[in-house]
């Protein structure tokens, strides 16, 4: 439903009403339609019901806050490497759009599924999880077995996330960045403080999730992802205010 489409159906209820009771009715619909609306448009409401974060149409889509989907949504990636610490439907998201996906994930039984429904460009790794220090000696040792170095993307959505900081910085290119999931957590927070780097917070609410989340990118005064000429995304043509 577009915005002359709204107009038109408000148009004979502000025409044959008095004031108060148009005023009323315009305050409720738009109390009542705007979260409607951006559950369905945005793939809130599909999410919920099929239980994994995918797009209006189920395409998928990364469980990141939506702010921060809308952020990289615009930029570009097609020449980038992609490293995550956790994949899911973010694996499947960054390979549409980046050049090589590298993604490291503890869970034995969802490793699996990557691996089948992965595209050729997504390398998936199952690490360990019985020991933080297990763990950071796995993605060491398979990131030094495969040569992953230089990523322009590093994200920490996954594993023991506060040992993963240092070893995200130690492969992160010259212009990269780190995306942290839900960093209104402390481990992150912490972990990062001292480290040098910048940092951008995309509050918002989640795909099939009723609480609201932060994602952050930490990175430096060279990364292409805030330069300011990279345009601003025009909003698609839909649900406006009726004012």
């Known amino acids: ?30 109390a009542f339609l705007t979260p409607v609306f951006f559950s369905i448009r945005s793939g809130h409401f599909r999410s919920s019901w099929a239980e994994r974060s995918v797009t209006s149409a189920g395409q998928p889509l990364p469980w990141y806050s939506y702010p921060c989907i809308e952020f990289l949504k615009a930029r570009s990636f097609h020449d980038c490497n992609i490293l995550e610490f956790g994949g899911g439907q973010s694996t499947l998201w960054w390979a549409e759009r980046a050049a090589k996906v ?38 060491q040792r398979i990131l030094a077995e495969n040569d992953c170095r230089n990523f322009d993307v590093v994200v920490i959505d996954g594993l023991y996330r506060a040992e993963m900081i240092d070893i995200a910085l130690q492969v992160i290119s010259e212009h990269g960045a780190i995306i942290g999931d839900t960093t209104e957590n402390e481990d992150l927070f912490e972990g990062f403080r001292n480290k040098g780097m910048l940092r951008a917070d995309f509050y918002g609410y989640v795909p099939g999730n009723i609480q609201r989340s932060c994602m952050s990118i930490y990175f430096n005064d060279k990364s292409p992802l805030f330069d300011a000429r990279v345009p601003i995304s025009q909003i698609p043509t839909g649900i406006k205010s009726t004012h």
């Open 1 to 30: 439903m577009t915005q002359t489409r709204i107009h038109k159906l408000f148009a004979p209820i502000k025409r044959y009403s008095p004031p108060f009771a148009s005023r009323l009715i315009r305050r409720f619909g738009t």
């Open 102 to 139: 590298v993604t490291l994930e503890g869970n034995e039984s969802w490793y699996e599924t990557l691996r089948s429904t992965a595209p050729e460009n997504v390398s998936v790794f199952l690490v360990s999880l019985d020991s933080p220090a297990s763990c950071v000696e796995s993605v």
